[in-house]
């Protein structure tokens, strides 16, 4: 967790629980797609540029995979957090947690889940993976699992039985690697066009171990990640976080902020039926979620 400075408390402020809550840190949470250490680095900047326009403390915190910070959100230790689709139709669902808005990259809001391997593998379809390996990320990752087992689905495969070995690599950077070095025959992962020219892999090898790598199959577009907020967070601190991110790259610093942190290149304006398509995967890829948190 990253502790940045607080506004300096007013002496005249009267101790009643709306006042009480501004003094409170705001408690931001990231999620860990790849690198931690790196996440963690990176996050820290944004978070002192959002300490700064909120005139309030921000902790940034950053859990070990995306299922803690549903729980997070469930035990009302996060006030906002970088969600993936998945995890967010999860902690909306059973921590009513508000989608504000939503990453771009490129031309559109949407990316893709990618089933890939190594050229050498001789493996063309998704047939070809039956009794073989297979690496996902975490199992709330939506290009990293959700959409791979609608598409695994689709095909007549199940990866309960129909698999050799399955590795939850915990990220999209292990999952690439474990690929890459044959400790699997394939994975799953992200690319933000069907081709994979822009995919987790670009960031990660060079260009001619990329050269080795072939895209297998391409989920349908998904929207993308996105930025929630607790039910618990007054409106007009919401209102304010937005338009903060809305304008962030606007600026030279903090479209480096962006970049650097999730590669970010702008934030635009989301809503809850943008992701009703991740409910549908759920249901496809046999997935239960929770009974719907009652008011």
């Known amino acids: 967790m990253l502790l940045l400075s607080a506004c300096p408390q007013n002496a005249a402020e009267t101790n009643t629980d ?18 931690t250490a790196e ?44 969600l993936t689709p998945a995890s967010y139709v999860m902690a909306a669902q059973e921590a009513g947690v508000k989608v504000i808005l939503r990453t771009q990259r490129g031309e559109v809001p949407y990316y893709y889940s990618v089933i890939f391997a190594r050229k050498d593998s001789q493996i063309k379809s998704l047939a070809d993976l039956k009794g073989k390996s297979m690496a996902f990320g975490d199992n709330l990752s939506t290009a990293g699992y959700i959409f791979p087992l609608k598409m695994f689905k ?4 199940d990866p309960q039985t129909d698999f050799e070995n399955v590795l939850f690599s915990g990220g999209h950077d ?8 044959k400790k699997v025959a394939a994975g799953a992962t992200y690319a933000n066009d069907k081709a ?19 895209v297998i199959q391409v989920s349908e577009p998904i929207p993308s990640d996105n930025l929630c907020v607790s039910k618990t967070l007054p409106e007009d601190v919401v209102k304010k976080m937005q338009q903060f991110f809305l304008n962030l790259h606007t ?7 962006l970049y650097d942190l999730y590669r970010i290149e702008r934030f635009v304006e989301a809503n809850d039926t943008d992701y009703q398509g991740i409910r549908e995967a759920f249901e496809l890829s046999g997935i239960q979620l929770k009974a719907k948190e009652q008011p």
């Open 251 to 257: 600026t030279e610093a903090g479209k480096k902020q």
């Open 196 to 214: 994979g020219q822009d995919a987790a892999w670009q960031h990660i090898l060079k260009p001619e171990q990329i050269a080795e790598l072939e």
């Open 174 to 181: 292990a999952t690439v690697l474990a690929v890459y070095n």
């Open 154 to 157: 689709a095909a007549g495969i």
């Open 39 to 82: 996440i963690q680095r990176n996050a820290q900047p944004l978070v002192e540029s959002l300490s700064a326009d909120l005139g309030r403390e921000v902790q940034a915190v950053l859990a070990t995979d995306y299922t803690g910070l549903v729980e997070a959100f469930r035990n009302g230790s996060l006030d906002a957090a970088f």
């Open 18 to 35: 709306q006042e009480a809550s501004k003094n409170t840190p705001l408690r931001l949470g990231f999620i860990p797609s790849e690198n």
